[in-house]
């Protein structure tokens, strides 16, 4: 069995439990609202924007012998470049407003799933950062493009608004290739473990995130109880 295989099997478990978020399950079963849209785009925005920079953090962490990284990390780099940009112009179309999303903080949640990122690759094993980009890339090709149709069919929100969850969830699909053959050349056991330790973890911050954005609906209901 290859590397990248046993981590999809070791990390099946974790992640299960992402995918099992109620607003995941709600959202592909059609049940969407505008501020559970708006609320992910939000919180979207918090963590792709440290995409470029955590990159560039694993690159100068590189530990010795492990510089024939840099090439394939220079492509991440070229390919990430401006994702959060398209997050706020999806805000917009949306009918959100960008500045607030781009001037306002994360939620707890996201918050705590990026510092952990970088506390991977300062304090434990800079390859570590991959778990992280195994449970996004691969949390993106399996739901983003569903969920988008799911919740531009409901919302009856224009092409626009879905630039981001339609154009990653058809990049990763490239991206997942090529992150599982760059995978299969890393042998040390050591970095092989550190790797599924921290996509397990992913798994569950990113999971945390879901967990934290408004269920459709729930605004209706608060406002019942007031």
Same mark, same amino acid.
């Given at each position: 069995m290859s590397f990248f295989e046993t981590l999809v099997e070791r990390t099946a478990q974790a992640r299960a439990? =992402?995918?099992?978020?109620?607003i995941i399950q709600g959202c592909l079963r059609g049940e969407v609202s505008l501020a559970s849209y708006l609320a992910f785009l939000h919180e979207a925005y918090h963590h792709v924007r440290h995409t470029v920079p955590l990159f560039e953090a694993l690159i100068a962490a590189l530990p010795t012998g492990k510089d024939w990284l840099?090439?394939? =990390? /220079? /492509?991440?780099?070229?390919e990430e470049i401006g994702h959060d940009q398209w997050i706020l112009e999806d805000v917009t179309a949306s009918g959100g407003d960008a500045r607030s999303v781009r001037d306002g903080r994360p939620c707890h949640a996201t918050e705590v799933m990026v510092a952990y990122a970088y506390d991977t690759i300062a304090r434990r094993n800079p390859l570590g950062f991959f778990g992280m980009v195994?449970? =996004?890339?691969?949390?993106s090709v399996a739901l983003a493009l569903q969920?988008?149709?799911r919740i531009q069919a409901q919302l009856r929100l224009p092409d626009t608004a879905f630039g981001y969850l339609r154009?990653?969830?058809? =990049?990763?699909?490239?991206?997942?290739a090529h992150f599982a053959g760059l995978m299969n050349r890393i042998d040390d056991p050591r970095d092989q473990a550190d790797i599924v330790?921290?996509?397990t973890v992913f798994y569950r911050l990113y999971g945390d995130v879901f967990r934290s954005l408004p269920l459709p609906g729930a605004e209706a209901a608060a406002g019942l109880l007031r």
């Open positions: 439990g =992402l995918v099992a978020a109620p840099r090439p394939a =990390l /220079d /492509d991440y780099i070229g195994h449970v =996004l890339e691969g949390t969920a988008a149709d154009s990653h969830g058809t =990049l990763d699909r490239e991206h997942v330790h921290a996509a």
